[in-house]
């Protein structure tokens, strides 16, 4: 296969929410380390070398919403990809098409995994964002000209990361788009026992004009394990992937 096996790792509330007050319940919190050490823990299961992001994802949770101090008289960069850590082990990787996020190092620490920041850049990104993030050592791959090139970014993520494995990690958006483009294995979802109710959060998949649509996908369930406190882990193949 050209590209890394890619599972969606998600935990939701018991009505498919992936945000939300819920999550500061205990069920919410037992929950949350279970999804927690499932991927990341002392030991986990997938062994992945990365997890991709939406930009939303990385703003609400790494980036806050800052600017990136950009220099609009940068000098013109090299074409193409820019590889600062070919060889960290772990990495973040965030899709970021036109380059909004406003990064300060090029590296993060989420509870206590480490990782390298990858950003995936389209056509659309400026010259002054690849200037950007090569001042911070930040690597980023360029898939597609005005709309991401799936297969193209998960190749070069292979290629030239040697990510094998990679978690698909949300939100929303970002996971019903890879899963529409058939490029997820797998959908390992925890579910806590708990919900909140609200009509404002997104669920764990949201067709979005521009890179998704609803059009049905049909899941085989793998497993189904009870976990601590009542959580339930959810693991299916994917019906639609594509091997590119
Ligand atoms: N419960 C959990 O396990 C879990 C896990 C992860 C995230 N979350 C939560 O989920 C929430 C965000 O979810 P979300 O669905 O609103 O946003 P998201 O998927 O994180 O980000 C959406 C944005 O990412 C970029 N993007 C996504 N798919 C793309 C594609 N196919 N092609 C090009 N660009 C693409 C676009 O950026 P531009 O707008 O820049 O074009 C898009 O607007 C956050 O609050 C986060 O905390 C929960």
Avoid at 76 to 101: E, H, I, Q, T, W
Wanted: include cysteine.
């Amino acid at each position: 296969m050209n590209r890394p096996y890619v599972f969606c790792h998600m935990m939701t509330s018991l009505d498919g929410k992936i945000m939300g007050s819920y999550m500061e319940t205990r069920e919410g919190e037992v929950a949350g380390d279970v999804f927690y050490n499932i991927a990341f823990g002392k030991e986990p299961y997938y062994k992945h070398q990365g997890w991709l992001s939406g930009r939303v994802t990385t703003d609400d949770n790494f980036t806050l919403y800052e600017k990136p101090l950009l220099d609009q008289n940068a000098p013109l960069v090299a074409a193409g990809d820019y590889v600062a850590r070919p060889d960290a082990g772990m990495f973040y990787v965030s899709v970021d098409p036109s380059g909004k996020l406003g990064w300060k190092k090029n590296e993060l620490i989420y509870i206590d995994t480490t990782a390298h920041v990858i950003e995936v850049l389209t056509g659309k990104a400026s010259n002054a964002y690849k200037a950007f993030l090569r001042d911070l050592g930040i690597s980023y791959i360029i898939a597609g000209e005005g709309a991401l090139d799936y297969a193209l970014a998960l190749k070069k993520l292979k290629n030239l990361f040697n990510i094998q494995t990679l978690m698909l990690g949300g939100g929303g958006v970002l996971n019903w788009s890879f899963i529409q483009a058939g490029m997820c294995d797998e959908l390992s979802v925890v579910v806590a026992p708990v919900a909140d109710g609200s009509s404002a959060t997104p669920a764990l998949f949201e067709a979005r004009d521009g890179f998704s649509i609803s059009n049905p996908v049909g899941f085989t369930l793998k497993s189904a394990k009870v976990k601590s406190g009542g959580s339930v882990w959810l693991r299916y193949t994917v019906n639609n992937q594509r091997d590119e």
